[in-house]
């Protein structure tokens, strides 16, 4: 037992031996744990420290390769750089020798250029003196001129004077004839004796007397002017144009073509539509308008108005008016501005062709009114007018002046004319006569006052001369174109115009006046 018990504290002992060893033992093994963590702490710290500083080695290295390649690029640029500037170098070489060779001639060029600046020099010092000579020459040329002027402005008023002076020695009232051309049938047996002046005209007629004798009448008429059948409208135009003419001056002017139907009054009047055919009407229109021009440079400036006015069965009717037949009532008013009818058109006109519309116009409705009654343009008379206002701002002068050109109704009597059955024609036929005969009348009557007689004239008798009272009187000139027909037919028609005409030819009607208005 002891044995035992010894062996058991023996083995205690053993055990608390064992168990101090173990102590031991284990503390050791805490302390070498420690050593171990802390040892692990320590290695991975210079693990990450090695990785850091890694990865700043990649870092830089990518940085370095960059700047590598940027400077390779870099590097590639200069490259091109330079072998450009090498190739502009090499150019600009050449072009300096070019340069060089250009600057050379341009030099010598330079040289020449200044020994010609030289010469002209001289040559405008030469120009320069001659210059002012000729301005002081333009300057005196200048005052020519205004001189020149001023003598042609005289001279153009001395002209009017002189023109009137020889319109006056022509007689106020003056008279042509003019015989149409023959147109198929017999011809009458007409001469014209006068080959120098064409003044005369002589008809002949023959008839057999109660015993049987041949009997020859001989008609001398004569006339400030004759027109043979071959004559063209030129040349009446141009015994006409200083009539014309004198209604720029501020004369009243008044021009008829008086005749049988047929006789060529219209011809005379209108005429045609072509240059060689056109008649007294657009010739005068368009010497007015030419003269007006001419007279610009003289200071003169003008207005113009027409009017066209057909006379039938003693109504008026305006030939311009709106509608397609005139229905109204026109009434003629004299006043201290001139004539005027009541309710007509009056055209202001520019220009020659604004005349041909307004005349076209007239015509178509002159036309329009033939067919509705009968032929009746040869059954009216026309009177075609242009009011003319002129001032001149260099002299202060003014004037007015009215050309009318009328185209009467055919003249022929009664009996011939067919019209003794038909009361429309009777009519038509009266008041021609009247009208006529009115007119006739007041020319004689105007014959008869002379220059201060006190005598009454009958202007208010026809429509006709009531129109034209302030270009029939004394003041104004007249010219009267009787249209006569070649045919043997229409002899004693000829016979009775020619005396109407020769009793409007011995006719002396006072003198012609300016109708001049004080310049305001
Ligand atoms: N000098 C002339 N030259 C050529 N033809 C003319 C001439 N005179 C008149 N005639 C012609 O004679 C014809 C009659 O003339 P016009 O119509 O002018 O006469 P009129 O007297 O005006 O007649 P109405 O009184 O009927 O109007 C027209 O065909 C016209 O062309």
Redesign the pocket.
Known sequence: MEAERAKVAELQANHRAISLELASARSQELNQRRELVSASDELNSIKMKHSREIMELEMDINKRDRQIRELNEDLRIARGDLERERESVSSLKSTLSHQSTAHLSLTTQVSALNAQIAAVQSQLDVATSTTSQRTLDLGSAQKRITELEQDARQCESIRRKLHNMVQELKGNIRVFC?V??L?GDSAADISYPDRRDHKEIVLYSSSSSAMGQERKEVYNFNFDRVFE?E?T?ADVFEEISQLAQSCTDGYNVCIF?Y??????????MEG?STNTTSGMIPRAVEQVFRVTEELKTKGWEYTMEGQFLEIYNEAINDLLGKGEFDKKKHEIKHDKNGTRVTDTNVVSLRSPNEVRSILALANSRRTVAATLMN?R??RSHSVFTLRISGSNQHTGEQCEGCLNLV?L??SERLNSSGAAGDKERLKETQSINKSLSALGDVIAALGEKGEKGEKHIPYRNSKLTYLLQNSLSGNSKTLMIL?LSPLAAHLNESLTSLRFATKVNNTTIGTAKKQLRASS
């Open positions: 003019r149409r051309p147109s059948p004559s409208q073509a005749g049988q139907t047929g006789s060529g009054k219209s011809h005379t045609g032929e343009s040869s185209d109704a055919g249209n």
